[in-house]
């Protein structure tokens, strides 16, 4: 669970997320490309999120990003006002104007004149543009097709003629393919761009109705050595390359391999390559290892650590350099530093005063306290009834978290383990396994037995949601979400080692605790 992209860890739950819709869209095509035909339950509501996030991309790329989604099944992808919609940005000189695409040069006209006719056409619209529309498009389109330009726009202009179903001029098939005997000499990025004007090299000749003359020998071991490692963004037009020039099926298992492995039961696909860490995940993990009686030390963690903290965007938010703070702690060792003892020594950081709506807040940050190894004032304590659940997490998140700030003795009187004994043993009516976690750690650091009663429902309430893909001793978030937790997984795994390991939550190579 450590990204690659900033080297903290994260989430587990985002691997039940799928890849936005860019990335999303280049997974699903790859698919098609290797014969499959994917299909999608994504449901209308995450759908919906998947279209605004597009849209606020880019208005034209981003309804081109929709298509193999609406095309696996989600209708809501599409509809029949986008073709009104994407004509409302057409230019009277033929071209399409989006702003997402920066400036209006030939480039940026060429980029959203392609992505507006792919979207035309997948609703089917392209062919039935109003015959002054469409000459003016073409008449634009073969103005530029005899001036030299760079492979991605004459690749641009090609496949906008193929979609009007217009002819390709010599001018565009007579460009030679990208040469690939300096390939092995080649940065990363220029490997990439090399990639790039090799897709739009095979565009043409395909939109002219010819074999595009690839080197496979070359192509071939770039799959090979990539498959399970490159962007969804590089990977389909690498695959579309090489189906061009002919390669055999047993090149693309090593891609049908990675995708099948990374679709979700929605038929969409993630990627936790791309996926973010924080300071927040990555201080539960530490927190896991602890409970474990595994080592902290992380070189690669503190790496993380260190460029965040010198790059120019790190937050300054009092939370967020709590998080930092403790992180380093628990990674590094030594003493608690100056700035910790003093964000938790600020009530705006950590609240003098507790109350049902900031209790989480205020164990979270106290907890972070204990990590970073600053001591925090004593919390003025309000009181309320514990009649609803969220009234009763409050109050036992209060009793946890000053046992975890080692003020056990200070839990307020009206917080008693008779409070506590009825929801304890009904694991329904909480709305989260960590919740109720939280509710039968404090019920018996009250003093509750483990007895018979509490073990039924610990049994039915918590051991049913242990384990995800590839993460078998995580645990669920419960409340309808299958998805694997930190924060759950380390509620449960205190809650065991709390209970001396007597419900066997704790990874079986954990060492046994005592009182």
């Known amino acids: 669970m450590v990204s690659k992209q900033n080297g903290y860890y994260y989430h587990p739950f985002l691997r039940e997320q799928p890849v936005g819709p860019q990335a999303q869209s280049y997974a699903l095509q790859t698919l098609s490309e290797l014969g499959r035909d994917p299909r999608t339950s994504m449901a ?23 298509i193999p989604l609406w095309r696996a099944g989600a209708g809501e992808a599409l509809g029949r006002g986008d073709a009104a919609d994407v004509n409302k940005l057409r230019a009277k000189g033929g071209w399409y104007v989006d702003s997402a695409l920066g400036d209006d040069g030939d480039a940026a006209r060429l980029g959203a004149t392609w992505a507006a006719l792919e979207v035309l056409d997948a609703l089917g619209r392209a062919g039935v543009l109003p015959a002054a529309d469409r000459a003016a498009t073409v008449s634009w389109l073969r103005s530029l097709a005899g001036k030299p330009r760079a492979l991605d726009q004459s690749g641009a202009l090609a496949r906008s003629l193929r979609l009007l179903k217009e002819p390709v001029p010599g001018t565009l098939t007579r460009i030679a393919p990208p040469r690939t005997d300096d390939f092995a000499d080649l940065t990363p990025d220029a490997r990439a761009t090399r990639l790039e004007d090799t897709y739009s090299y095979v565009l043409i000749q395909e939109a002219a109705g010819k074999r595009p003359a690839v080197n496979r020998k070359v192509w071939e071991p770039v799959l090979r050595d990539g498959a399970a490692t490159l962007p969804y963004e590089q990977l389909y037009p690498l695959v579309h390359v090489l189906k061009a020039a002919g390669s055999p099926k047993a090149v693309f298992a090593p891609v049908l391999k990675r995708l099948d492995g990374e679709r979700l039961d929605d038929g969409t696909v993630r990627d936790p390559d791309a996926y973010l860490g924080n300071p927040d995940a990555s201080l539960f993990v530490q927190r896991l290892r602890a409970l474990a009686g595994w080592s902290r030390k992380d070189p690669g963690l503190l790496a993380a650590l260190e460029r965040e903290e010198k790059s120019d965007d790190v937050s300054q938010e009092g939370a967020e350099r709590l998080s930092r703070a403790a992180l380093r702690k628990v990674t590094a060792g030594g003493d608690a530093s100056e700035q910790a003892r003093q964000l938790c020594a600020d ?38 009834s514990l009649d609803t659940p969220d009234r009763v997490v409050a109050a036992a998140t209060v009793a946890v978290g000053l046992t975890d700030s080692g ?18 043993r009904n694991p329904d009516r909480s709305t989260s396994l960590y919740n109720y976690a939280l509710v039968v750690r404090a019920y018996t650091l009250l003093g509750g037995p483990l007895d018979a009663a509490l073990r039924e429902a610990l049994g039915r309430g918590i051991t049913p949601y242990r384990g995800c893909p590839r993460l078998p001793d995580l645990y669920q978030v419960g409340g309808g979400d299958s998805a694997c937790d930190l924060k759950t997984t380390w509620a449960v795994w205190t809650l065991d080692r709390q209970l001396d390991g007597a419900m066997g939550w704790l990874p079986a190579s954990t060492r046994k605790y005592g009182k």
């Open 347 to 384: 009530p705006r950081v950590v609240p003098a005063a507790v109350t049902e709506r900031n209790a989480t807040q205020w164990q979270r940050t106290t907890l972070n306290c204990a990590d970073a190894g600053a001591s925090t004032h004593d919390p003025e304590i309000g009181t309320w």
């Open 44 to 66: 209308p509501a995450r759908v919906e999120s998947f279209r605004g996030g597009a849209l606020e991309s880019s208005s034209l790329w981003g309804r081109d990003w929709l």
């Open 407 to 424: 003020r056990r003795d200070s839990v307020p009187s009206w917080i008693t383990a008779d409070a506590l004994k009825q929801w304890a």
